[in-house]
C-alpha cells in the first residue's frame, strides 16, 4: 500500500511564501515524475509544477517564476517552494507521484489547502 503525505498549506498574505512537502511511503517503487496540482473551489484540477525523475522541471505559466519544484529522492519527498503568492493562487494543492506501479495516473495525496489573503 501506498501512502502520501503532505504538509505546509496554510494562510498567508499576499506577497508571502509556503513550502508544501510529499513524501510517498509504502510499497512504492521506481518513482518517476512527482508533480503538484491544484484545484480551486468550483474549478478544475490544474497541473501546477512538473519534475522528473532526472530533474527536469515544467510549471503551468501563472506560477513561473514565483514557485520551485525540486525533490529528494533518497526521501521519496517532493516539494514546492511557492514565493509572492497572489490570492488568485487560492487551492487546494494535490502532490501526484508517478511509479513503475502506476506509471499514467501516478498515486494522489490527500490534498492541503492554501490560502492566500488580500
Known amino acids: 500500500q501506498v501512502q502520501l503525505v503532505e504538509s505546509g498549506g496554510g494562510l498567508v498574505q499576499a506577497g508571502g511564501s509556503l513550502r508544501l512537502s510529499c513524501t510517498a511511503s509504502g510499497s512504492i517503487f521506481s518513482t518517476r515524475a512527482m508533480g503538484w496540482y491544484r484545484q480551486a473551489p468550483g474549478k478544475q484540477r490544474d497541473l501546477v509544477a512538473v519534475?522528473?525523475?532526472?530533474?527536469?522541471?515544467n510549471y503551468a505559466d501563472s506560477v513561473k517564476g514565483r514557485f520551485t519544484i525540486s525533490r529528494d529522492n533518497a526521501k521519496n519527498t517532493v516539494y514546492l517552494q511557492m514565493n509572492s503568492l497572489k490570492p488568485e493562487d487560492t487551492a487546494v494543492y494535490y502532490c501526484?507521484?508517478?511509479?513503475?506501479?502506476?506509471?499514467?495516473?501516478?498515486?494522489w495525496g490527500q490534498g492541503t489547502q492554501v490560502t492566500v489573503s488580500s
Open positions: 501526484n507521484v508517478k511509479s513503475m506501479q502506476r506509471p499514467t495516473s501516478g498515486f
Open positions: 519534475i522528473s525523475s532526472g530533474g527536469t522541471t
